[in-house]
């Protein structure tokens, strides 16, 4: 795929959605298209769906229009998806996609195997909202598609710290914000800044963490009671891994949080050369080089050791 336009053509309906638990990326590069198809094509009738958006993204224009749920009916010409890497992943509007005349994936996951009827999958890009961006025509993206667009590619770099940030990700950044972004005001409100209970959890975590394998591996807990007692959800723990991560000595980071009776989230992070989508993808998850997640069952022991097993053969194949 060159650019989206040609794909409109013959179209009057357009449904967009991302993936469940929308994190920066998948809101900015759904909300990005979303106010680009409605600035620009005002003929088309465009419904663009989310689970619950977080607060910290109601500075993007349009938020209000988000639809949580598919109302059962509607049909549309061109259904499109955006950072979301398997059908499963699709959530509140699954059905909407599968009853849609045609499909657009856009993505930017190596575990991504094309299950829409068009597919354009970079795997070297930082962000779906980087992918987005390509496909679009540079002058018709106005400054609330620059600033949707800013947040998803600072988001999945990490304000352009992680490795799949390219000099095409600071390229893209730089035309966004000539565009006038506010982008000190969207990185520090979106990206940076955290409750006070997510500051506590995050400390409490770090501070209960261990370590593994000479200090190569470590581990972060939070338990379903641990969540009851800050009164936070599965949202409030967004970066956690990531801190994990930067620990002096670590390879991998693994993050575990109780979300029902015995099953466990897992998020996975690593600094140099291990590829913990290989181990996520061992569990029925995937992501990427640097950053995965998988779902596991039984008991808290039970999941890290099973993941251990992984993680240290990987460590020690690296050795070699
Ligand atoms: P997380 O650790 O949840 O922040 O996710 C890190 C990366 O792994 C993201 O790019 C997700 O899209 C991906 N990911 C997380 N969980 C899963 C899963 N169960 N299946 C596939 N990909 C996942
Ligand atoms: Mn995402
Ligand atoms: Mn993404």
């Known amino acids: 795929m060159n650019k989206i336009a040609p794909h409109l053509d013959g179209v009057a309906t ?13 809101v900015g590069s759904v909300m990005g298209l979303y106010l680009y198809l409605t600035e620009n094509y005002p003929k088309l009738t465009v419904d663009v769906y989310l689970e619950h958006v977080r607060p910290e993204f109601y500075y993007l224009k349009k938020i209000e229009d988000v639809k ?17 890497s398997s059908k499963d992943r699709i959530g509140v509007a699954f059905d909407a996609f599968e009853m849609a005349d045609k499909t657009i994936c856009i993505d930017h996951h190596v575990s991504n195997r094309g299950f829409a009827n068009e597919n354009h999958i970079v795997p070297d890009a930082s962000s779906a909202s980087e992918t987005l961006y390509e496909l679009l025509e540079e002058e018709k993206i106005t400054l609330p598609v620059a600033e949707a667009l ?15 940030t390219g000099p095409r990700t600071m390229e893209i950044a730089g ?3 000539a565009k006038g972004v506010p982008f000190a005001k969207i990185i520090d409100e979106s ?20 370590r593994l394998m000479d200090g190569k591996c470590i581990v972060g807990i939070v338990t379903k009671k641990q969540m009851d007692f800050y009164g936070i959800t599965k949202k409030d723990l967004d970066g956690i891994a990531s801190h994990l991560r930067m620990t002096k000595g670590v390879e991998v980071a693994m993050f575990v949080y109780e ?62």
């Open 14 to 26: 357009v449904g967009i959605a991302g993936h469940v638990n929308p994190d920066g990326d998948c």
């Open 191 to 210: 990206f940076n800044q955290k409750t006070y209970v997510q500051q506590q959890i995050l400390g409490r975590t770090l501070m209960e963490s261990i």
């Open 259 to 320: 979300t029902g009776i015995q099953e466990y989230k897992v998020s996975l992070r690593s600094n140099c050369y291990v590829d913990v989508s290989k181990i996520a993808a061992e569990f029925g998850g995937g992501g990427h080089i640097r950053a995965a997640g998988c779902t596991m069952n039984g008991n808290v022991y039970d999941v890290i050791n099973n993941l251990t097993y992984y993680i240290d053969k990987m460590l020690k194949d690296s050795d070699d």
């Open 150 to 164: 800013y947040t998803g590619i600072i988001h999945d770099s990490g304000v352009f710290q992680y490795s799949c």
């Open 68 to 84: 949580d749920s598919w109302d059962g009916e509607t049909k549309y010409d061109l259904f499109i998806l955006l950072d979301t």
């Open 175 to 177: 035309k966004l914000m």
